[in-house]
């Protein structure tokens, strides 16, 4: 008996790796040589290609595709029907489909990943970052950026509790949580307690 849960509609090939508490709802299609951590929670509709590494506590929402080259850390959100791509010059004429053309993709822990997100190969979402709905992420985002539009730009700032924050003088407090965060520039914040 398996320490994980995979519904009895979910294909789970040999050789894939799956941790403690994992849970695999319906329809899903696990590929074999992937890794997905403890505690994770794998939506309806979900596939994860072979070579994919997926951190603890990860939880992917329904109608998400994890393709090769992607990693995501500990502690991820992956919102509804958000999309990772793999390969910069796709065509059909010209197959690139080889774990050599795939470009990785790295998203940092405790990152979040709003619903028909849409994450362009080759890109790092930092720790702590916030990726809203519907955005199209065509270059790195730093850590706790709160990141917005097509293209995808640094809108504001994100509280690890993912509240916004609001800087006065370089320096904002969570109205929620309290936790405190200092301006280091236009591109870099830090928590500070």
């Given amino acids: 008996m398996s320490d994980y849960f995979v519904h009895e509609s979910s294909y789970v090939d040999d050789g894939a790796r799956i941790g403690e508490g994992t849970k695999i709802w319906h329809f899903c299609h ?8 403890s ?8 596939y994860v290609a072979k070579n994919v590494k997926i951190g603890n506590h990860v939880k992917i ?5 994890v393709y090769e080259g992607v990693i995501l850390e500990d502690y991820v959100f992956c ?20 774990s050599e053309d795939y470009v990785k993709t790295l998203v940092k822990r405790n990152a979040s990943i709003g619903a028909n997100a849409t994450i362009v190969c080759g890109v790092t979402i930092g720790e702590w970052a916030f990726v809203a709905a519907g955005a199209v992420v065509t270059k790195d ?12 730009r ?3 700032w994100a509280c690890e509790c993912g509240v916004p924050l609001r800087f006065t003088d370089a320096h904002a407090l969570c109205p929620e949580c309290l936790k405190e965060y200092r301006k280091e520039n236009e591109a870099c914040i830090v928590r500070i307690k």
């Fill in 61 to 65: 929402q329904n109608n998400v595709s």
């Fill in 141 to 152: 985002v730093p850590p706790y950026a709160l990141v917005a539009g097509v293209p995808a």
């Fill in 30 to 37: 696990i590929s074999g040589d992937c890794e997905i951590g």
């Fill in 79 to 98: 919102g509804p029907s958000m999309v990772f791509t793999n390969v910069r010059t796709p065509r059909c004429a010209y197959p690139r489909n080889t």
């Fill in 39 to 46: 505690h994770c929670s794998i939506g309806q509709n979900v």
């Fill in 154 to 156: 640094i809108i504001g």
